[in-house]
């Protein structure tokens, strides 16, 4: 049977992206597409569908508030998969109430896990309306504290060095080696992934503005224009290293600087 599915993006581009994806996985019916969350819930109401992929930051009514309204209006609640930049606490309040997620950019490794545990549970009539309602009261109670900044251990000249988090400028992974550069060091990681060494961060400081990349906001010097309505962004290290920022982060970053 095909899934009947629905992505609900705000940005262009990355609704394409994702359709484009699901183009590979021959049970996949794309029904429609929307922009925004209104669109939503009236595309939902119509099509019925089986699956909706939902970005979480959308202008206005949001991911989670597309998820009221549903219950709200009582109307089927399909299974959901979350589209988001990382969030530490997001992705941890997914995964304690079992809601699916994939991170932008896109991977399609994980958007062919994602379609199948969507599969599997539409095959065994699942439903996820209790888990997304448990996700919404869960999201909507006040973070926990900050925690103090953390140490990272970064290897320079055979030395092992412990730097604050704070200092921390970036993060770049090539070759399945992570290179940190923070103010008075530069050396490698022994994380094995960015995702690891974001985990271990204050997720309001750090951002992945690409996938090879991970940066402390704080430590951005200059926002450069680029070609295609792209950008650049100059970081405050001593080689004022410039960062391209990837199509489906450009949201974030303008959300940052209001841009």
Do not use: C
Not at 10 to 20: G, N, S, Y
């Amino acid at each position: 049977m095909p899934i009947n599915t629905i992505i609900v993006d705000d940005e262009k581009p990355a609704r394409e992206e994702l359709a484009f994806l699901l183009k590979a996985f021959p049970e996949i019916n794309l029904l429609a597409q929307g922009k925004n969350g209104l669109e939503a819930v009236n595309l939902i109401k119509e099509h019925s569908p089986d699956l909706l992929f939902l970005d979480v930051q959308m202008p206005g009514l949001d991911g989670f508030g597309v998820l009221k309204k549903l219950v709200e209006r009582k109307l089927k609640v399909p299974h959901v998969v979350f589209a988001t930049a990382f969030d530490q606490y997001a992705v941890q309040a997914f995964d304690v109430n079992a809601v699916d997620y994939i991170l932008k950019p896109f991977d399609k490794a994980r958007i062919a896990k994602a379609v199948q545990k969507a599969k599997k549970e539409i095959d065994a009539h699942t439903s996820p309306t209790e888990r997304l309602e448990k996700l919404v009261a869960q999201l909507a109670t006040p973070k926990p504290a900050a925690k103090p900044p953390s140490k990272i251990l970064i290897k320079s000249q055979q030395r092992m060095l412990l730097v604050d988090s704070n200092d921390l400028i970036f993060a770049s992974i090539e070759g399945g080696l992570i290179s940190v550069v923070a103010r008075e060091v530069e050396g490698s990681s022994q994380y094995r992934t960015l995702e690891e060494l974001h985990a271990t961060l204050d997720a309001d400081s750090f951002w992945r503005p690409h996938r090879s990349y991970l940066v402390n906001v704080h430590h951005i010097k200059e926002v450069v224009p680029w070609f295609k309505s792209s950008f650049m962004i100059k970081m405050n290290d001593k080689k004022q290293s410039e960062i391209p920022v990837s199509r489906q982060q450009t949201k974030r970053l303008r959300e940052l600087f209001k841009l």
